[in-house]
């Protein structure tokens, strides 16, 4: 139970009539895997690695690829369509869809760079609070 309190500071548990909760905040709300996730998460192969993925997908279900202004949204700080707008205006005349940043099998790693220089430029790092609380004050006991 221990184990599984400190990976979930969040947790509440009631063991033999007594309550147990590491970090006490009724308002703490979890990051979850719906979340948009942040560029400054990413390097170079994982963001290569996500565009590629989700090209394949489109072609797969016979879609058109995402432009790069939909790929862009789909990060956190980059929901705004200006913001997009302008990471879609700085690819262009190279790249207007994922498909563009394709070379042959692979995606094209100078494109992807960019890519990447871009989104992160026009965000800011999630700050730590935001994902959750874990630290030393919480596992000190243990």
Same mark, same amino acid.
């Given at each position: 139970m221990v184990g599984f309190a400190l990976l979930?500071?969040?947790? /509440?548990?009631?063991?033999?009539?007594?309550?147990?909760? !590491? *970090?006490?905040?009724?308002?703490f709300k979890k990051w979850r895997p719906d979340f948009p996730t942040?560029? /400054?998460?990413y390097d170079l192969e994982a963001l290569?690695? !996500? *565009?590629?993925?989700?090209?394949a997908n489109?072609?797969?279900?016979?879609?058109?690829?995402?432009?790069?202004r939909q790929f862009a949204?789909?990060?956190d700080g980059l929901k705004r369509p200006g913001k997009q707008k302008l990471i879609g205006e700085a690819m262009e005349p190279a790249a207007t869809t994922l498909e563009d940043l394709a070379n042959g099998n692979g995606m094209d790693d100078a494109k992807m760079f960019d890519l990447l220089s871009l989104m992160k430029e026009a965000t800011?790092?999630?700050?730590?609070?935001?994902l959750g609380i874990l630290g030393k004050n919480f596992i000190s006991d243990f």
């Open positions: 979930n500071p969040h947790a /509440h548990f009631t063991v033999n009539g007594q309550d147990f909760q !590491l *970090a006490p905040l009724k308002t942040s560029p /400054h998460w290569t690695k !996500l *565009a590629s993925g989700l090209l489109s072609r797969n279900e016979g879609r058109s690829p995402l432009t790069i949204g789909l990060f800011t790092p999630i700050k730590s609070a935001k």
